[in-house]
């Protein structure tokens, strides 16, 4: 395994297997009391769409040493790919603080909302299967009062001598769909669960990966606090900050992913 630091606020550790295909993340004791709670229904949602984009949990464990207790989760990695990814997006759909820092050359500076200056181009029919799925899966996460959750999405630019397949149908290199792929979702193009770009779009030919992250934040009453902080500091652009209620964000962020592929 290797290790990585979060990006994310939580401060949680990922370690990746040596293959790529899954992680392991540790999970904050919060997080860990939303998780118990979701189980069920989580488990129901995913027999019920198995394409779904949510976060493929595979396994949810507790360890305990030396008096402390570490929750982690093991998942199967949205970037389950051989191929480079160049860039990557966290899609929230608020603006405030949602710009990145750091010069977006560097591959481990993760985009945000507002570095987004060109919608992701797939065309017509995958937005449209795309649309559906996104819709079912944030309407899971309304009904269960979560929010913060992230669309995450990479970018991966083939070169001009590699080919931009494998096809859906090839199955890869070992002859098997990678885990995290989702069956032969409508919208997937690549056996590794990748999105081809349309044909002459703009920044094409590229390849999307795109996946929903970090749903098990919940609604309380400390989140309810900081929404109403928030937007008393930014009184003028109060749907731009991140933490409002679960209903609120789930709206508001169907509404921009329209916006995010065409």
């Known amino acids: 395994f290797c290790e990585l630091l979060s990006e994310g606020k939580s401060g949680s550790f990922f370690y990746f297997s040596s293959c790529g295909r899954y992680l392991i993340k540790t999970v904050p ?5 939303v998780l118990r709670g979701l ?3 989580y488990c129901e949602h995913v027999e019920k769409h198995p394409h779904m984009l949510l976060p493929r949990l ?6 305990r040493r030396a008096g402390v207790k570490v929750h982690f989760v093991v998942m199967a990695n949205v970037f389950s790919t051989d191929r480079h990814i160049d860039a990557r997006f966290d899609l929230k ?8 820092n750091p010069s977006l050359a560097d591959f481990d500076v993760v985009r ?10 797939i065309g017509e029919r995958k937005c449209a299967e795309l649309y ?6 944030v309407g899971y996460l309304r009904e269960q009062e979560t929010l913060d959750y992230s669309l995450l999405v990479g970018v991966s630019h083939p ?3 590699s080919p931009i397949s494998p096809p859906l149908d090839s199955g890869g290199s070992d002859g098997v769909l990678n885990s995290s792929t989702r069956g032969t979702s409508p919208w997937m193009d690549m056996a590794d669960g990748g999105i081809r770009s349309a044909p002459g779009a703009i920044g094409a030919p590229a390849v999307y990966y795109v996946g929903i992250i970090d749903i098990l934040t919940g609604w309380s009453p400390s989140k309810l606090g900081e929404s109403v902080a ?8 109060p749907n731009g900050v991140s933490c409002v209620p679960p209903s609120l964000y789930a709206k508001r962020f169907e509404t921009k992913m329209v916006e995010w592929f065409v």
């Open 132 to 137: 559906a799925q996104l819709k079912r899966d």
């Open 112 to 121: 945000k909302d507002r570095d987004l200056v060109e919608p992701f181009h």
């Open 58 to 63: 595979l396994s949810f464990h507790r360890l």
């Open 93 to 100: 759909g608020s603006t405030i603080g949602r710009l990145a």
């Open 159 to 161: 070169k001009p001598d």
């Open 39 to 41: 189980l069920p229904s």
């Open 29 to 33: 004791h919060r997080e860990a009391r």
């Open 230 to 237: 928030k937007q008393l500091m930014h009184p003028t652009t």
